[in-house]
C-alpha cells in the first residue's frame, strides 16, 4: 500500500479552492481561515514539488496540475465519505460492534 504524500487537510483545501476560485469562501466551506487555505496549499505544492494554483484578477485558477490533482483528490474525498457512511450505517444497524475473524490472524 502506498500512502499520499498531501494529507486529506490538503485535499479538501485544493478542491474547495478549485470549486470557489476563492481562499476566503475555500476556507468557509472547510470552516477555517484564508490563511489556512493558503499554508494547506503551500505544503501540498511543496510535497509534490509544482505550483497547483495561480492567482489570475483575482481568482485562484488550477494549473494543468492542479486540476489533474483536484480531480483526482475529488474521487479520494468521496471515497472517504463513502466509507464513513458505511460505519455510521453499520453503527445504526447495531453491526458496530461485531468481530471479524482473519484466519491466520491471533492475537
Known sequence: ?????????????IVAL??????????ALLNIGPSAVMKR???AEHELLTKLF???????VPTTDGKVY????????????L???KVIDCHAQ????????????HR
Open 1 to 13: 500500500m502506498r500512502y499520499p504524500r498531501v494529507d486529506m487537510e490538503g485535499l479538501t483545501a
Open 54 to 60: 495561480r492567482k489570475t484578477q483575482g481568482k485562484m
Open 41 to 43: 496549499l503551500s505544503k
Open 94 to 105: 447495531g453491526q458496530s460492534s461485531s468481530i471479524i475473524d482473519i484466519p491466520g490472524l
Open 70 to 81: 483536484s480531480d483526482a483528490a475529488i474521487r479520494a474525498i468521496e471515497d472517504a465519505v
Open 18 to 27: 478549485t470549486e470557489t476560485g476563492d481562499t476566503v469562501k475555500a476556507g
Open 83 to 85: 466509507a464513513e457512511e
